[in-house]
């Protein structure tokens, strides 16, 4: 069975905080994604990696960076956090146009 | 850019009723793909139905279906024979299906999302 993991369910941070998020996906995938969702936005792209190394921004990279050094974990980092970035962000991955996600990581910057 | 706007925030229904979610978009490409997700109170993403834009006919899941309106730009998502199980957040989704050096990268763009409520 496909499996997108995110590291943890819930986290909390407090503002200024250097933060890594990080996901995990063990299906040999070249495509990997960070959105965010918020209420009455839906979930918007931060980032994507195309291939190890490779990565382009989304619609929203203002205050992200992302990190591929290996083909299976794609990590988005919060260089310092603001309370602006509290949010659920999903991690996922594709293989022929199909996404799958990981269960999000709830995110709460104090 | 492309778009995508639900726009109904909440929608309830009886068990054992239908309910229709709205979608709506706006691209300028001729071909692309359209997605309805599903996420449950579990927050996994669960793919409920996809539709081609160059297939005519309205793609169907079980008890889901959809009326694809290309020209209109209209995505709607019946589910039929409402169950509690069907409760959950819905989003409309699309994604290009440029490639030959275009390529989407299975890049989705989202709606806003719909919070439906499954009365028993």
């Known amino acids: 069975d496909v499996k997108v993991t995110q590291s943890s369910r819930y986290l909390v941070k407090r503002t200024g905080e250097k933060v890594f998020l990080e996901c995990v996906q063990d299906?040999?995938?070249?495509?990997m994604f960070w959105y965010r969702q918020d209420p009455g936005l839906g979930l918007r792209l931060i980032y994507f990696?195309?291939?190890?190394?490779?990565?382009e921004k989304g619609d929203i990279p203002e205050g992200y960076s992302v990190s591929r050094e290996k083909k299976e974990r794609f990590s988005l980092i919060l260089e310092s956090a603001s309370t602006n970035q509290t949010s659920m962000y999903l991690c996922?991955?594709?293989?022929?146009?199909?996404?799958?996600f990981g269960s999000g990581t709830q995110l709460s910057v104090l | 850019a492309q778009t995508v706007t639900q726009s109904q925030p909440e929608m309830s229904v009886q068990e054992a009723e239908t309910v229709t979610l709205s979608c709506t978009y706006d691209?300028?490409?001729?071909?692309?793909?359209l997605f309805w997700y599903k996420q449950p109170p579990s927050r996994q993403m669960i793919l409920v139905i996809r539709?081609?834009?160059?297939?005519?006919q309205n793609a169907t899941e079980n008890r889901f279906s959809v009326n694809f309106q290309k020209a209109a730009k209209s995505f709607s998502l019946k589910i039929s024979d409402s169950q509690l199980g069907d409760a959950a957040m819905y989003f409309c989704?699309?994604?290009?299906?440029?490639?030959?050096?275009?390529?989407?990268?299975?890049?989705?763009?989202f709606g806003q999302g719909t919070i439906l409520t499954v009365h028993p």
């Open positions: 990696s195309y291939d190890v190394k490779m990565k």
């Open positions: 539709q081609e834009a160059y297939k005519q």
């Open positions: 691209t300028s490409e001729s071909d692309y793909y």
């Open positions: 996922a991955s594709s293989l022929d146009g199909k996404l799958f």
């Open positions: 299906m040999d995938h070249e495509n």
């Open positions: 989704a699309y994604r290009s299906a440029l490639n030959a050096g275009g390529t989407s990268y299975g890049k989705l763009t």
